[in-house]
């Protein structure tokens, strides 16, 4: 496997470039053949379709070949099936060779020549890796943002945001993946709501390309927003936040964990800055992507975004900050007691759930 230019970038000249990738998407393979096939199925295949695309290079309004699509997936599980007890590889990087999870160490040879490199553990355990192009580097608050764009090598999870230790590390060209999709799900519909409202905001129907450009550049903000809020989270909660979630392996217990946590870190970054800057059609793409448990938790902010009042915005992020402190602490002594563990996150999820929900 060779890099692959996207977007009319130029791959860089690093000397190896070509043994660099190769390994890191040979760990993305062992990755996706030890946990690809956890996620449900519909999940699992809307993910293979993409990968598929990415690795073809197909444009993302390109619907795959069910036939090619469907030889693809055959021969990639055949490859899952050979490589599933195999070990992470070394990274070869300029003639040194790198464990595959040193992303610090691997990124200070890679920074320099244009590249990125990720590495870290996901949902439940699950190891992700992606190589791309460095499109800017920042510091923010202390951290150093590293924003790539185009990628040379990938697993079929792809994360837009993450933080470690110091580093926020942001994937252009999965974010871009993640909203097309939102987007394309709605034009199969056209349902009312805010998504509707970020696309007429940002002017879907004159000119799509220009308008899926800008809302990746208020979602990309938004996610560094919010993994900036991760860490602020992550200090008010304290190491035993993290040492927790690294044990979890239910998928209840730990949704609940990250969405109480998720929750608290907009109420003290992304969501004070969006009501701040008062522009609607970032703020309408963020009610877009807020679902799932973080949504169902946090019924006052969904009240606050329905009314399209920024004072109920405000109140609610500044309530947050004080209910999602008292929550994570909530579900930090639940797993620690007597009677703790993922059982008794399971318990605080039964039920009305008044203790969680604001």
């Known amino acids: 496997m060779t890099p692959r230019p996207a977007h009319n970038r130029r ?52 619907p795959p070949s069910r036939a090619e699509l469907g030889r693809w997936m055959t021969e990639r599980e055949a490859l899952w099936e050979d490589l599933e007890s195999s070990d992470f590889a070394s990274v070869p990087v300029a003639g040194k060779r790198h464990d595959p999870f040193d992303a610090a160490t691997i990124n200070r040879t890679l920074v320099p020549e244009g590249l990125v490199y990720g590495a870290g553990l996901g949902r439940l355990g699950r190891p992700h890796f992606f190589l791309g192009q460095l499109e800017r580097a920042e510091s923010r608050d202390g951290l150093t943002v590293l924003v790539s764009g185009c990628e040379y090598a990938r697993d079929i999870v792809s994360l837009p945001g993450a933080l470690q230790g110091d580093t926020v590390y942001i994937r252009r060209d999965a974010l871009r993946r993640l909203l097309w999709d939102r987007i394309e799900l709605w034009e199969s519909r056209r349902y009312s709501g805010p998504l509707a409202s970020a696309l007429e905001h940002f002017g879907w129907r004159d000119d799509r390309d220009a308008a899926l450009e800008q809302m990746l550049d208020a979602a990309l903000e938004t996610v560094i927003l919010h993994e900036l809020g991760e860490r602020a989270a992550t200090e008010r909660l304290g190491p035993g936040w993290d040492a927790m979630l690294a044990q979890l392996r239910g998928v209840r217990a730990e949704a609940l964990a990250r969405a109480v946590r998720d929750n608290l870190a907009d109420c003290l970054s992304t969501l004070p800055v969006l009501a701040d800057r008062a522009s609607p059609g970032p703020i309408d793409l963020y009610a877009a992507m807020f679902e799932g448990l973080r949504r169902e938790l946090f019924p006052r902010l969904v009240a606050a975004h329905a009314a399209a009042d920024l004072g109920a ?35 605080l999820l039964g039920g009305e759930r008044t203790a969680l929900k604001l």
């Open 11 to 62: 791959v860089p000249a690093m000397r190896d470039l070509h043994l660099t990738v190769d390994a890191v998407q040979r760990n993305c393979h062992v990755a996706d053949a030890r946990h690809a096939r956890d996620a449900a199925l519909c999940t699992y295949l809307l993910a293979m379709r993409e990968q598929f695309r990415w690795e073809h290079e197909l444009p993302l309004a390109a």
């Open 313 to 347: 915005l405000r109140a609610a992020s500044e309530a947050g900050a004080g209910h999602w402190t008292r929550a994570g602490r909530l579900v930090l002594d639940a797993f620690g007691s007597a009677a703790g563990g993922e059982s008794a996150l399971e318990r």
